[in-house]
């Protein structure tokens, strides 16, 4: 038992250590990107088939795959079951696996999604989710009560990737600080993860040292525009505290079966380039 | 086709007024409260023959049903399908269906989750959804341009009932504005429906002011400690423009399955008489 995110922190870290890679592997399957040869089957079936080709490829230069549950819920309950059976392969792959679900809701039922996504005894088992904390503590802590018992994490949206992000985000509160730095000394109190797009550098230098003991999980790598040195205000000095997710810049890579590896692989060497150059 | 959302809020409104009813039953069917008989079920099983009773039972009392997604992805991809299989049976009874699922993402991801919930080809076919607007317009935007041609409508979180929602919701802006007014601005400027917990009367009144046009749903009601009263500056002046939601003081009202429809029939008419009277 623990009472902190430091078993999943330290569980990342080792092996990011292990790897000597920040990739994160984002497995959002649309449909219509997949390769030919499996779109002949049912949709559920081949998303199935097409992530644990992508997690066997993968294992060994990634450190966590994040599934994005819409892409899975679009498919109803056959969907529901292709994103199980995406995290359970993971897992037995020795991957972290965050499902990147953005949950929320008051206390009583944020204790039912944390059951459902992050109880052992669970449907889905995964090793962390991303939760939004509009709500704010008592939304947050069923979540963290699933997952810490068991070396789970909770990653919290601070700052996020898309264009429109600043509406509420970047608003300045009376205090001087902005919205989303609210948000991140809500997640240093709270001592979870956090999510910070690598889409705003500068927005990630001001949340890094608001949240120092947290993890934080960088999305927007690729097609949404940032470069492995924008990514880099999200990690600490040491070059620790930090994953980087990148989806469609991998998974449909071409050609497939051997363009999403060497997708992965120069990533890996581009963060690692940026981080030893930093 | 429709480019606001006022069909959404006409058909609910015309509902309101040809049943003399408020109500929106929230279907939060937790496992371990369901009549013994059906608990001898699957739980999937359970759940869709409990939402059945009570939707049939309820359906003139009623406006709309608001089940929480979070109950039902519980149960993995079975839950999912009493989720959807829940929804298909309120529409059949004429029944406005709100899946509260608070979903949230960048544009491309809310396309997929909007597609989910709110495509008439897609799995669940609901009328509206809840959203959570953290991430600003591109976010939002997907799921009007999902509901809208078909008269469907979203509801964006204002103000949450819980006890922790001023931790971000209540913080002053520079403007001198708190965060949820700000996010009813935009829910005025999206032109979108509205949640406003019914725990925060006084917040309220200033939401209903910066969102003329939009529904609110009100949560709270009940087991969460508002009132009817408390619900009142919810609704505009003439008694329009609001529903309030009430699970666990309905759905799990003694005896079954009397209970449940008395327990509708109350609140309905505690709110009527408040609404007289203000």
């Given at each position: 038992m623990s009472d902190s995110n430091s078993s999943f922190r330290?569980?990342?870290?080792?092996?990011?250590?292990?790897?000597?890679?920040?990739?994160?592997?984002?497995?959002?399957?649309?449909?219509?990107?997949?390769?030919e040869e499996l779109r002949r089957l049912q949709p559920a079936e081949a998303i199935i088939a097409f992530n644990r080709a992508l997690i066997?490829?993968?294992a060994d230069v990634c450190v966590a795959v994040k599934p994005q549950a819409a892409f899975y819920e679009l498919w109803g309950a056959a969907g529901f079951e292709a994103l199980r059976l995406t995290v359970e392969h993971a897992r037995s792959?020795?991957?972290?696996?965050?499902?990147d679900a953005k949950r929320n809701d008051i206390g009583s039922t944020a204790e039912a999604y944390a059951h459902a996504f992050l109880a052992p005894d669970g449907p889905m088992k995964a090793d962390a989710l991303t939760v939004n904390g509009y709500l704010g503590g008592d939304g947050i802590?069923?979540?963290?009560?699933?997952?810490?018992?068991?070396?789970?994490g909770v990653f919290v949206l601070v700052k996020t990737s898309n264009s429109s992000s600043g509406e509420l985000q970047d608003r300045t509160l009376s205090s001087g600080e902005t919205v989303f730095e609210a948000m991140a000394r809500l997640v240093d109190r709270w001592d979870c993860e956090a999510v910070v797009g690598g889409t705003w550098p500068e927005q990630a230098q001001r949340a890094r040292a608001l949240m120092p003991r947290a993890t934080i999980l960088v999305p927007g790598y690729g097609a949404q525009g940032a470069s492995a040195e924008?990514?880099?205000?999200?990690?600490?000095?040491?070059?620790?505290?930090?994953?980087?997710?990148?989806?469609r810049g991998i998974i449909f890579a071409q050609p497939w079966p051997d363009g999403p590896r060497r997708a992965a692989e120069t990533m890996r060497d581009e963060l690692n380039r940026a981080l030893q150059h930093s």
């Amino acid at each position: 038992m623990s009472d902190s995110n430091s078993s999943f922190r330290e569980r990342l870290e080792r092996s990011c250590q292990d790897k000597q890679s920040r990739v994160v592997v984002g497995l959002d399957p649309r449909y219509d990107q997949l390769p030919e040869e499996l779109r002949r089957l049912q949709p559920a079936e081949a998303i199935i088939a097409f992530n644990r080709a992508l997690i066997d490829a993968l294992a060994d230069v990634c450190v966590a795959v994040k599934p994005q549950a819409a892409f899975y819920e679009l498919w109803g309950a056959a969907g529901f079951e292709a994103l199980r059976l995406t995290v359970e392969h993971a897992r037995s792959r020795g991957l972290v696996t965050i499902v990147d679900a953005k949950r929320n809701d008051i206390g009583s039922t944020a204790e039912a999604y944390a059951h459902a996504f992050l109880a052992p005894d669970g449907p889905m088992k995964a090793d962390a989710l991303t939760v939004n904390g509009y709500l704010g503590g008592d939304g947050i802590q069923p979540f963290l009560e699933a997952a810490r018992p068991h070396g789970g994490g909770v990653f919290v949206l601070v700052k996020t990737s898309n264009s429109s992000s600043g509406e509420l985000q970047d608003r300045t509160l009376s205090s001087g600080e902005t919205v989303f730095e609210a948000m991140a000394r809500l997640v240093d109190r709270w001592d979870c993860e956090a999510v910070v797009g690598g889409t705003w550098p500068e927005q990630a230098q001001r949340a890094r040292a608001l949240m120092p003991r947290a993890t934080i999980l960088v999305p927007g790598y690729g097609a949404q525009g940032a470069s492995a040195e924008d990514c880099l205000p999200n990690f600490r000095n040491d070059g620790t505290g930090a994953v980087v997710n990148n989806a469609r810049g991998i998974i449909f890579a071409q050609p497939w079966p051997d363009g999403p590896r060497r997708a992965a692989e120069t990533m890996r060497d581009e963060l690692n380039r940026a981080l030893q150059h930093s």
